[in-house]
């Protein structure tokens, strides 16, 4: 889905730059189509997902075709045969080299974008940690607390570094909290990767049945940043020089676990997780319930 709203959204605007040069000119100029299915590259892992992925993107394209030649009468664009195609590749994104599936030069523009699967630590597959432990140790050996979402802002590390791609994904807001923060983000930092934008904690909501309920954060990140952040926070939206990883403003200061206390008590052998089953949960309902019998409590 995010690859056929780019391809679309590129398209549109493609239009508009034409009306513009033929405004600007003062005369007609025969447009044509630069932007080309064969532009556009994903990595699905569902067999039949990777059949949709492919024949949506040649809707798309007969659909932004038609639009075109709506708007430039002159130019007819032939639906058949169907030419090209996107570079969609079936496998697990996690164990496929993303630099043989779409190679690029230090100077290319990429756009890497996704909302990959998320899953804590705690519910991961066999298969899935091992998916961690093989995109995650090319930058940390302290991995195996880490989300399964880290894979990809570690693999998009190594695709962007040193070069002018950049990446964004949509993400749980667990990897700017806590320890994750720690684990993962330092190794990312290190290779001086910085978050270009980030849109602060929101509700995910869809039109699906029985959806999570998960709270994302959108995270951008760029090689080397050389020009101003921008933060979004609950409609308003900031620019700043720098935006940690708590995706706050301002120099980053990490904090780290630790279970020694500063005092006498015993060490803590586990943090704040709810890990008891919903026993520890009140709704509102019982609440009032039990007030009207024990008020005391």
């Not at 590129?10 to 508009?16: A, Q, S």
């Not at 749980?172 to 290779?191: A, D, H, R």
Request: aromatic residues 12%.
């Amino acid at each position: 889905n995010f690859l056929i709203i780019a391809y679309k959204e590129l398209r549109k605007l493609e239009i508009l730059i034409w009306k513009q040069i033929s405004s600007l000119k003062g005369q007609y100029e025969i447009p044509f189509v630069n932007i080309q299915l064969n532009q556009f590259y994903g990595i699905e892992i569902d067999d039949f997902a990777h059949e949709v992925a492919m024949l949506s993107l040649w809707l798309a394209e007969h659909q932004m075709n038609c639009m075109f030649t709506c708007e430039f009468t002159n130019v007819q664009i032939p639906a058949l045969p169907l030419r090209t195609n996107g570079n969609i590749v079936q496998g697990n994104a996690c164990r496929v080299d993303w630099n043989e599936v779409c190679p690029h030069t230090e100077e290319e523009e990429v756009f890497v974008m996704g909302n990959p699967p998320y899953l804590g630590y705690s519910l991961q597959t066999v298969e899935q940690k091992n998916d961690i432990q093989l995109a995650c140790k090319v930058l940390t050996n302290e991995y195996k607390k880490l989300d399964y979402i880290s894979c990809w802002f570690i693999l998009g590390t190594c695709y962007i570094e040193h070069t002018k791609a950049r990446f964004a994904f949509v993400s749980t807001n667990s990897i700017c909290q806590g320890e994750q923060v720690y684990l993962l983000w330092k190794p990312i930092l290190e290779k001086k990767i910085n978050i270009l934008f980030a849109y602060t904690s929101f509700k995910w909501t869809n039109n699906a049945k029985g959806q999570a309920g998960v709270t994302c954060v959108i995270i951008g990140c760029l090689y080397d940043l050389q020009q101003k952040a921008t933060l979004y926070k609950n409609n308003s939206i900031e620019f700043v020089t720098k935006i940690t990883p708590y995706l706050i403003k301002g120099q980053l200061h990490y904090i780290t676990p630790r279970t020694k206390t500063v005092n006498s008590f015993p060490s803590i052998l586990k943090g704040s997780s709810p890990t008891d089953g919903g026993e520890l949960l009140l709704e509102k309902k019982k609440k009032i319930e039990i007030l009207s019998c024990h008020p005391e409590v």
